[in-house]
């Protein structure tokens, strides 16, 4: 777990340099080597940790618009997710998706731009394994501020009427944009929201790892042994904007703070070497995944741009025959007057 | 049909974003029933700078942030504007309409219809479109059409600071619901640099301008180009790149619903040739209609017509593939020398 998290420290570090590249000083999002948005999750590893160690490659695990720790918690191809991110042909998906879109089926993981909007198709991915009387289950992220979105609600009552194999995972980092959580809801956390469709609802209250791993160990095996869904709800912290180049001065500095402090990382290491593990093999880990992060930033950079015409590729798995996107006969000429 | 006044040039030199901002503000002021509600227009402003301000001077009374739950908060803007009130809502990006569509399309746009006129709704839903910038496929969509398709709502794009301004007071004063689409590249914000032309002079006095007046924003003689929104500036750039060539006329609609056909076809009877840019779909949407209205009314005296548009492929994320699809000046420049060689 420690690797993972650090592994997804590391990389958002080194994304944000890359991201940044050309945008300096005067922030334009549209310059550098990185294409637009990028949303970064340095702060909420243990909730990618904690819960994707219990999954297989079977497990189906949607995330949100914050997709990385959790991408690489569910061993999604690091280097082809890279060139996803820098925009290349050889990404996961051939430079269409972007950072807020990876699709890797290999692992069975998707993401969505559009909040609380892949808890419906982790229901979908949950009822297909019961279906077919497989023990995968499917996890859903989302943030604190999408449990007032129905598609989120809608997907707790769906999920619990039949009871599917599916565990939603609430990464509550206090704010959604610039919208503190108690303007969001006004109960005390997200995890009630459980009470309203019978279906266990638990919170881990610190970002600890090892805590959410022994509360998602329960809810994992809940759904496998084919007893129906579980809310589980972590409490991360947000150490960055919203997305790079939000100023956040809607926040204030000492919240900021806070969350910098509160770290996951710190916590995590400090766990490990009261269980004996030395700090030479922690540093090791610590090598490993800089190496690994290395080495995918590399290779994708390395990788080509995809061709303008590929845009109109992969529209249908199966296009209509004669389709184009663009039919050249809308451009033909029309007659009917003097030219 | 209008024609750009240049009188204005006395007046202070305004944002597209600070613009809309102005008129909402004196609306907020002058009439105690127009409140905004949306996520992140109270302490954010709005994400691309929509309400920036509103809050310090209207307070979280007026300035409503609410949760993301667009399917609550649109429908909730509909209630308040049945009981009397002006709600401003605004979707973060259009791209999000499907979460609450249902309320937007089925009660927003026919509750007067359905109501016999019993009931009206005078809202405005405020949302941004466009692409330019590799936000990809889920934030990037321009969808004009889609909302001009569906009856009931008046459907606003602005292309420069000063209609922005005299657009947003209409819509506000409408009795019915208006979409009011802004493109962000065209805002003015700081990690957004917009292209020369949307910042304009702006009267500081209010005005509005009435929907379903095109702008003549660049009279010519050869080809009629028409369009709205970011590509109105690419457009009159394409115009600048064919001086001597080519002579454009730049109609910007500024309106989709109520639809200035008729600048379209005079125009269009003048030059015989009609070059339709719409940064939407291609198929089903803005081109088709423009040409069709075109045809019916005009159709001796056209000789020739392209359309320049997003085609019907989701828009991807890398650069040289957004930049294929998304319509370019050298697109617009190409689609003239076409029909006019």
Redesign the interface.
Do not use: C
């Given at each position: 777990m420690y690797e993972w998290m650090v592994t997804a420290r590391n990389y958002e570090e080194r994304l944000q340099e890359e991201y940044l590249e050309g945008k300096q000083p005067?922030?334009?999002?549209?310059a550098g080597p990185i294409?637009?948005?990028l949303h970064l999750a340095a702060g909420q590893e243990a909730a990618a940790a904690g819960v994707c160690a219990h999954l297989r490659d079977a497990d189906t695990v949607t995330a949100p618009h914050r997709p990385h720790h959790v991408a690489i918690a569910k061993g999604v191809d690091l280097k082809r997710m890279t060139a996803?991110i820098f925009?290349?042909q050889t990404?996961l998906?051939k430079?269409?998706?972007?950072h807020?879109?990876l699709f890797d089926p290999d692992v069975n993981f998707a993401c969505?731009?559009?909040?609380?909007?892949g808890c419906p198709p982790a229901v979908g991915a949950a009822l297909a394994a019961k279906k077919r009387g497989e023990d995968s289950v499917a996890v859903a992220y989302l943030g604190e501020?999408?449990i007032?979105?129905?598609?989120f609600l809608e997907s707790l009552n769906l999920a619990s009427v039949h009871d599917l194999p599916v565990v939603f995972v609430i990464e509550d980092n206090d704010w959604?944009?610039?919208?503190p959580k108690d303007?969001?809801?006004d109960v005390e956390n997200g995890a009630q929201r459980a009470g309203g469709f019978d279906l266990p609802g638990r919170r881990v209250d610190q970002d600890d790892a090892v805590a959410v791993y022994e509360a998602a160990d329960e809810a994992v095996g809940r759904a496998r042994d084919g007893n129906g869904p579980t809310l589980l709800e972590v409490q991360v912290h947000r150490r960055m904007g919203h997305f790079m180049?939000d100023a956040q001065?809607?926040r204030p500095d000492t919240d900021e703070e806070q969350a910098k402090q509160r770290d996951s990382i710190t916590r995590m290491e400090t766990t490990l070497e009261s269980a004996g593990i030395d700090e030479s093999t922690i540093e090791e880990l610590r090598d490993r995944s800089h190496d690994r992060v290395e080495e995918a930033i590399e290779w994708a950079k390395d990788q080509p741009?995809?061709?303008?015409?590929?845009?109109?590729e992969d529209?249908f798995a199966d296009p209509p025959a004669g389709w184009t996107?663009?039919?050249e006969s809308?451009?033909a000429?029309?007659?009917?007057?003097?030219? | 049909m209008a024609e750009t006044e240049s009188e204005g040039a006395t007046d202070s030199e305004l944002t597209m974003s600070r613009a809309m901002v102005d008129a909402i503000a004196t609306e907020l002021r002058e009439n105690d029933d127009v409140f905004v509600m949306g996520?992140?227009v109270?302490?954010?402003g709005g994400?691309f700078d929509s309400t920036e301000g509103l809050l310090e001077e209207f307070g979280r009374e007026k300035i409503m942030?609410v949760?993301?739950?667009e399917?609550?908060f649109i429908g909730a803007a509909v209630g308040a504007a049945q009981a009397g009130m002006r709600p401003i809502a605004e979707l973060m990006f259009a791209?999000?309409f499907?979460?609450g569509m249902d309320q937007i399309y089925n009660q927003m746009a026919k509750n007067t219809y359905m109501s016999g006129a019993a009931v009206n709704v005078p809202m405005v839903l405020m949302t941004a479109v466009g692409g330019?910038?590799?936000?990809?496929?889920?934030?990037s969509q321009t969808l004009y059409g889609t909302f001009a398709h569906l009856p009931g709502m008046k459907v606003v794009v602005p292309s420069t600071a000063a209609d922005a301004k005299g657009l947003m007071h209409t819509a506000i004063r409408d009795d019915d619901p208006v979409v009011y689409m802004f493109h962000k590249r065209l805002m003015g914000i700081?990690?957004?640099?917009a292209p020369e032309g949307p910042k304009t002079p702006v009267p500081e006095d209010d005005y509005t301008i009435e929907f379903g007046e095109a702008d003549r924003k660049r009279e010519g003689e050869d080809v009629t180009v028409v369009t709205l929104g970011l590509h109105v500036h690419r457009a009159l750039e394409a115009a600048d790149e064919l001086a001597g060539e080519s002579d454009l006329e730049v109609i910007d609609l500024r309106t989709l619903v109520p639809l200035d056909t008729e600048a379209v076809l005079e125009s269009v009877r003048k030059t015989?040739r009609l070059v339709v840019v719409d940064e939407d779909y291609?198929s089903f949407g803005v081109s088709g209609e423009i040409v069709a209205r075109a045809?019916e009314g005009a159709?001796?005296?056209?000789?020739?017509?392209?359309?320049v548009?997003m085609?019907?492929?989701?828009i991807?994320?890398?650069?040289?593939?957004?930049?294929?699809?998304n319509p370019g000046t050298e697109d617009i420049v190409k689609?003239v020398r076409?029909?006019h060689d």
């Open positions: 005067a922030f334009d999002i549209s294409p637009g948005e996803e925009g290349r990404g998906s430079g269409k998706g972007g807020m879109h969505s731009g559009i909040i609380a909007e501020g999408a007032s979105q129905g598609g959604a944009i610039s919208m303007r969001v809801t180049g001065g809607y741009e995809p061709e303008p015409d590929e845009a109109y529209v996107p663009a039919p809308t451009t000429e029309q007659t009917g007057g003097d030219d | 996520e992140d109270a302490d954010y994400i942030d949760p993301i739950s399917t609550g791209d999000f499907g979460v330019t910038y590799n936000d990809a496929a889920q934030h700081g990690w957004m640099p015989g291609h045809t159709l001796d005296d056209l000789s020739a017509v392209r359309r548009t085609p019907d492929a989701p991807p994320y890398a650069r040289p593939l957004e930049q294929e699809v689609a076409d029909i």
